[in-house]
């Protein structure tokens, strides 16, 4: 018995993901890539300088950090034809921190990824 995997797919996605990232570094603003389930998969530059944290923590990271509620996120995202905007605030700062714009979107046709970009509103 011979086996046959297609890895044609599999590459075709990491491809698009190094393409992605290259835009993302790109971008001045804070931007952060999660799952559909809500696992930090990708932070550009500007996002690790806003949050301080490494990149190699970036799994750790929880978005309820940034003080809002996730699951509205996936309930918004859903009933909104796929985005969302709400107001976050840098992880660590609490109630006092400067309040950003947030706006969220989904990546892809099927749900899987979700792009969540920052924007102060307030100066700090």
């Given at each position: 018995v011979i086996g046959f995997t297609d890895i044609s797919e599999q590459k075709r996605l990491e491809?698009?993901?190094g393409i992605m990232k290259d835009l993302l570094d790109q971008v001045p603003?804070?931007?952060l890539v999660l799952s559909f389930q809500g696992e930090s998969v990708y932070g550009n530059r500007p996002f690790f300088q806003?949050?301080?944290i490494r990149p190699e923590a970036l799994a750790e990271f929880k978005v309820s950090e940034m003080g809002f509620?996730?699951?509205e996120l996936q309930k918004g995202i859903r009933e909104e034809k796929s985005k969302w905007e709400g107001q976050v605030r840098r992880p660590g700062q609490g109630e006092g921190g400067a309040v950003h714009r947030a706006q969220a979107q989904?990546?892809?046709d099927r749900q899987e990824f979700i792009?969540?970009?920052i924007k102060p509103i307030n100066p700090e």
């Open positions: 491809e698009n993901m603003w804070p931007v806003w949050t301080g509620d996730f699951k989904r990546i892809g792009s969540i970009m």
